[in-house]
């Protein structure tokens, strides 16, 4: 019998600027999702503190918590970021080390899916290779295929909407959900 119990995942956007093309992505997911799946933001990353072991010794702010929470309660997690310098987006690194710091861990044994895109030809690859480095340590689930790199993005955005439009990027990330909800299943 297969598994078709409904699952819930949570979107970990990278990126803090408003027409962010990661943002675009990120919004059209809850529409691309297979049947009996539903896709939550987690909020920004934007309003944590850069991360300091002094500051986390006053205790674990409380955006940190509720996020954490909000991992540990989703069947999955989707990581939609740009790629700075070749690598993750210092905003996302830090969420993630302040992430990391509570109690259990919530990316421990999650399924996660990456994805990246960026208006240059490798769209983000670097970075999903670092990210993936990360995740590791963090003893997440990592899904490794489908790998969503999408180059090019501003041609698969419209501008004045922000709608991700690209009917062939749109069924490849449908792909990558229908996996990782297989994944999650999968436990």
Partial sequence: MTDSRPLTFVVLLGSLRKASFNAAVARALPELAPAGVTIKSLGSIGD??????????EGIPAQVTEMADAIRAA?????????YNYSIPGGLKNALDWLSRTTPQPFVG?????QTASP???GGARCQYHLRQVLVFLDARTLNKPEIIIGQVSAKVDHETMILTDPQTREFIGR???ALATSA???
């Fill in 75 to 83: 069947d999955g997690v989707i990581i939609v970021t740009p790629e």
């Fill in 120 to 122: 240059g030809m490798i």
């Fill in 48 to 57: 944590f503190p850069i991360y300091d072991m002094d500051l986390q010794g």
């Fill in 185 to 187: 299943r999968a436990d």
């Fill in 110 to 114: 999650k399924p996660v899916a990456i």
């Fill in 176 to 178: 990558q959900l229908a």
